[in-house]
């Protein structure tokens, strides 16, 4: 995306894989939730995991080495003019589906004007972009942009799927979550429960294995993923040996539950890694679709009142990070650094909507005394409400203008989710807020929240080094209107759009820096969410005859470059 690639036109594997390992053996994951769809590509369902990754590919693929670079995959060369106008793709010969086809430019064509047409909302707005695709030769393939080049389309192209015309129609693609797919990807799926399990099997035909980019990964035989009803089930599956790797994310449970026999044997090994990547933003959603979070000073009070203190002492044993940003641990934080001269230009029209604290990088989230009954943030919660129109009438937070009570509902959709919702709950009654809990299955919570059927819910937005146009689906103003988005809070503010428009047009990485940092002001401005937690490092536990290199990328552990240690076969 900016400057050179890392590696070398000779390069024989990224660095951060053993490309000795071994092959063979198996990995089995946990899951927590269900799945009853095939394709990951459309609205319809809720896909089943790992099919992106090990099934489907894209025309190149990143290195977790830099924050955005691509190597080819598909394609063995890309050509981009300068101004990023155009992108040509030309096609290794060896390049075949699963069921042996070859992938040709026609392919290509075909997937980007299907995923257009018919996939998930973010596929719809990318590939929009597209001017004109058209196939050169045999092998070669070109994307043309409309009006001003956005600098990352060229990238965000290299990354869409290919899909086979053979496999999958046009007209039934949105139809499509339950045929059998077909990809060009190391795995092809090898068995299913519809809710329950999927298993891959490593294909031994599979054309891409000797490929300097998968050099030292897709190395075990059978991954299999395991879905389970919540998260204590998925524990005491990995307890059980059920379940190879667990991603711990629960500081109660890596502080007081891991010595059961298998952990105390040391069959069971615990790892923290290190990452360079933001954090992400884990947080509870207010929906400012709906009236009652529509006033700012509301959801300034709401936001007050939650003492994340207490909550990370009693239900974390301290072990969280208050989230600061929506970008915490990386250079894009605006988080404890005051605005550049850039970014003070870049701001300059909305200057008035971010308050001082923000601009000059000394704001903090609301604090408190970690008491759970901070009198301090009572009464500032108080006063934010009585200026938005409430008052307290016999211990009852009600609007004046209608009478009616301060009162919504938090949707959740597991145990530790709605532990947390029910602390929280706690501290609004003091105000004298009235809030319910509803935890609702994994399938009908995913339904509310791709149709914003919502007042408030926890989640949490991943981010990257290099966040670019997918930005537009989580803030921006037209995904706000647009069901299946992750723009969860309804955010609808030209200031953003703005921001997110001057990190795609930035040109070398100090420009896109700038433009992340006040986008990350305006965000935070906004008192769009209640900011949650991170974990200070990736906490992991896994079997001990899983291996994985010794030497971690940027983005911090792998699981595509682990393997087996059971397994003989050495890698080519």
């Known amino acids: ?53 090990y099934v489907f590919e894209s025309l190149m693929t990143r290195s977790l080495d830099e924050p955005f670079t691509l190597y080819g995959l598909l394609a063995e060369s890309v050509e981009v003019p300068d101004d990023r106008s155009s992108v040509t793709f030309r096609l290794r010969p060896e390049a075949r589906f699963s069921d042996g086809n070859p992938v040709l430019p026609e392919h290509v064509i075909f997937s980007w004007e299907l995923l257009m047409k018919k996939g998930r909302p973010n596929f719809r707005t990318y590939y929009s972009q597209v001017d004109k695709a058209e196939q050169l030769d045999e092998r070669t393939v070109r994307f043309t942009f409309k009006g001003t080049p956005d600098r990352e389309m060229p990238l965000i192209i290299g990354l869409m799927p290919i899909l086979s015309f053979d496999h999958y129609l046009l007209d039934d693609f949105e139809r499509s979550g339950n045929i059998q797919p077909v990809g060009s990807g190391p795995y092809v799926v090898e068995q299913v429960k519809y809710g329950e399990s999927i298993t891959f099997r490593r294909d031994p035909n599979y054309w891409g294995r000797d490929l300097a980019v998968n050099r030292g990964r897709f190395n075990f035989d059978e991954i299999k993923y395991e879905y389970y009803r919540n998260d204590s089930t998925l524990f005491e599956a990995f307890k059980k040996g059920l379940v190879d790797v667990l991603a711990e994310d629960n500081p109660a449970r890596w502080a007081t539950e891991y010595a059961f026999p298998a952990a105390r044997s040391g069959d069971v090994i615990r790892e923290e890694f290190e990452s360079g990547v933001p954090r992400g933003m884990s ?36 072990l969280y990070q208050r989230t600061q940003s929506y970008y915490p641990g990386s250079d894009l934080s605006a988080h404890g650094r005051p605005a550049s001269a850039r970014e003070r230009e870049l701001l300059a029209p909305w200057a008035d909507r971010i308050a ?6 000394t704001y903090q989230v609301p604090g408190s005394d970690g008491s759970g009954r901070d009198r301090a943030a009572l009464r500032r919660a108080i006063q934010l409400l009585e200026a938005a129109g409430y008052a307290l009438d016999g211990g009852v937070m009600t609007d004046k203008a209608t009478g009616k009570p301060l009162a919504f509902e938090i949707l959740v959709g597991t145990p530790d989710q709605e532990r947390l919702a029910l602390a929280y709950v706690n501290f609004l009654k003091r105000a004298g807020i009235a809030v319910s809990v509803r935890q609702v299955d994994s399938a009908q919570f995913e339904r509310r929240r791709q149709t914003f059927d919502f007042d408030m819910m926890p989640y949490f937005w991943f981010s990257s080094l290099s966040p670019g146009n997918e930005q537009k689906f989580y803030w921006g103003s037209e995904a706000a209107q647009t069901e299946g988005t992750r723009n969860y809070m309804g955010a609808s503010d030209p200031a953003i759009d703005a921001m997110i428009e001057a990190m795609l047009e930035a040109r070398d990485r100090a420009e896109f820096v700038d433009a992340a940092r006040a986008l990350d002001r305006i965000l935070m401005s906004g008192t769009y969410v209640v900011p949650l937690f991170h974990l200070p490092k990736q906490w992991v536990a896994r079997r001990a005859r899983i291996g994985h290199p010794d030497r971690v990328s940027l983005y911090g552990y792998d699981l595509d470059s682990w393997w087996d240690r059971d397994a003989g076969e050495r890698s080519d």
């Open 1 to 53: 995306m900016h400057g050179e690639p890392h590696y070398g036109p000779d390069f024989r594997n990224f660095a951060y894989v053993d490309p000795d390992a071994p092959k063979g053996g198996r990995l089995t994951l946990g899951v927590v939730g269900s799945f009853d769809s095939l394709n990951p590509f459309i609205v319809q369902g809720a896909p089943a995991r790992g099919l992106r990754d």
């Open 283 to 318: 947080a509870l959603v207010f929906n400012t679709r709906r009236p009652i979070f529509a006033d700012k000073r509301v959801r300034e009070a709401l936001l007050t009142l939650f003492d994340g203190a207490w909550i990370d002492k009693s239900l974390y044993h301290g």
């Open 356 to 361: 001082p604290e923000i601009m000059e990088g």
